[in-house]
């Protein structure tokens, strides 16, 4: 009779470790992130284009709200606390969230997968397109916090080239796209919204505050390309006449008061 | 009328260490058959298309109702229940695989006790063991009932997890059904009493944080069980247990 083969011992593969129940710092770390994708950087993301949009009304008035932003107190910090310290918390650790997630969008072609993949890669186009931006626009050429109507020209150049001004569009894309996803991932992940439906009407919400992001920050950049302000001053400061102007000249030839006066008396 | 055939691609893989080979059957068509019905012919004439023989193959399953949980596999690349997946549903050839993110024992048969250690981790039950008769518990109303049993539903098959992009070696993620159970579980009167130390335990490393809402859990449970809303639900409380644990503290 044959004896027995004694049965080989396997091992099995460690797998997916267990939850380690109250242990570590990832919630603060994640949460962090989640936070800050909102507030500050997405509120900052809404003034930026609402400041944009002013691109619309010329230089001059670009420049005097590129001059009324850098007249904030302690402007200096303010910027690094609530911009740039936020910003580089969000990318890096954005980057680092992306690497630790394995993508099946391949065998699982559903909506939200969809999403959460475009999330990250939105993710990466604003964080290469926001690095050179702060990097060319805020800390190289013509320093704008010294001289701010120089700015309206500053970003004229920068978009005069082609290839920039594929990239700036393709970055406002990606980045209103990032922005509106990102207000509903927040509202779901922090339990604003658990329903089904709540979602669905909070999503719609968000698509049309991206859109209307979208369509703001596209106007603004078709302010510096249109022909509107062809050939921008390098400086747009607007003259101040130390003179009093011709309509209040004309006012008192002709015995009228000033209009001043008038809003006063009634 | 000529018999149909219907045609299988198996990944198999003798043992851990294996190397993983894909074997193709091909058996006769029959009314109502499903993949753990197919398998049981395999076994019982264990011949490959090509007229090789070979071994039975290794699965887990049970109930042949989508109730016990076991027979969950990729077929067609999804993981799903192979006793209700039917093969008149399916794309034929109808490749078969094992679950892709837990140790492979062999063949289509995996280890999926991370879900168990998992329960045990955020203490998944109602506390009712002691030394003398506790008596009645508290009431539910009828409407906690009804919010309660979609998530009750759990078979723990482990599909929601297989389909999560966060669950991996790199975050090891929680996965959605045991943050269901957590819900279930601080919904309990009795269970309750747990409330604060669940809450806390999915705020450890490979917690609630780690969901990346892609919602494939949802999309892909058996049970159709809430397992979004139950995400959102208690990613809520833990930040709020969070917040009081840091301004108690």
């Known amino acids: 009779m044959a004896t027995a083969q004694p049965s080989a011992v396997y091992t099995l593969r460690p797998g997916v470790p267990p939850l380690r129940a109250g242990q570590g710092t990832t919630f603060l770390f994640r949460k962090l992130h989640s936070l800050l994708g909102v507030i500050p950087i997405g509120a900052f993301l809404i003034e930026h284009l609402l400041s944009n949009f002013e691109a619309l009304k010329g230089p001059a008035a670009y420049g005097a709200q590129v001059r009324f932003l850098n007249s904030l107190p302690l402007v200096r910090i303010l910027e690094w606390t609530f911009i740039f310290l936020p910003l580089l918390y969000h990318g890096i650790y954005g980057v680092y969230i992306w690497l630790r997630g394995k993508s099946n969008l391949v065998y699982y072609p559903w909506s939200g997968n969809w999403m959460y993949t475009a999330q990250r890669y939105t993710g990466l186009i604003a964080i290469l397109y926001i690095g050179q931006h702060v990097l060319r626009q805020r800390f190289l050429g013509v320093q704008l916090p010294e001289h701010p109507y120089a700015a309206f020209a500053k970003v004229q150049h920068e978009l005069a080239n082609p290839w920039m001004l594929a990239v700036y569009i393709i970055a406002m894309i990606a980045i209103c796209w990032h922005f509106s996803y990102g207000i509903w991932l927040f509202a779901a992940k922090w339990g604003i919204t658990p329903g089904v439906t709540a979602r669905k009407r909070f999503g719609l919400a968000c698509a049309a505050l991206g859109l209307v992001l979208l369509v703001m920050g596209l106007a603004s950049i078709w302010a510096f390309v249109g022909p509107n302000y062809k050939n921008a001053p390098e400086d747009a400061t607007p003259a101040v006449s130390l003179f009093i102007s011709p309509a209040d000249v004309r006012g008192v030839s002709t015995g009228m008061a000033p209009s001043s006066q008038l809003a006063a008396r009634s | ?249």
Request: hydrophobic share 40%; aromatic share 6%.
């Open chain 2, 1 to 249: 009328m000529a018999n149909k055939s219907v045609a299988f691609e198996i990944k198999r893989q003798a043992n851990p260490d294996a190397p993983a080979v894909w074997e193709s059957f091909e058996l006769e068509w029959r009314p109502s058959m499903n993949v753990v019905s197919a398998m049981m012919e395999i076994a019982a004439n264990p011949v490959t298309a090509d007229g090789r023989p070979t071994t039975p193959i290794t699965y887990d399953c049970n109930c042949m109702e989508e109730i016990c949980g076991s027979c969950a596999m990729r077929i067609n690349g999804k993981a799903r229940m192979a006793c209700s997946a039917l093969i008149d549903n399916l794309e034929q050839p109808i490749r078969i695989e094992p679950l892709s993110k837990f140790p492979l024992v062999r063949d289509l048969q995996v280890d999926r006790s991370v879900l168990f250690e998992n329960l045990m981790a955020v203490k998944a039950w109602v506390p009712v063991d002691g030394t003398y008769d506790l008596g009645s518990g508290p009431r539910v109303f009828p409407q906690q009932q009804e919010a309660n049993y979609p998530l009750s539903n759990c078979i723990s098959c482990c599909c929601c997890m297989d389909v999560c992009p966060q669950f991996n070696e790199d975050t090891g993620f929680v996965g959605a059904a045991t943050i269901a159970q957590v819900k279930l579980f601080n919904n309990h009167p009795t269970g309750k009493v747990f409330k604060e130390d669940r809450l806390r335990a999915l705020a450890g490393d490979g917690g609630i944080q780690e969901c990346g809402f892609a919602q494939n859990c949802v999309d892909t449970c058996p049970k159709q069980i809430p397992l979004t809303n139950a995400i959102s639900d208690i990613s809520r409380d833990v930040i709020i247990q969070k917040a009081k644990d840091f301004l108690r503290g």
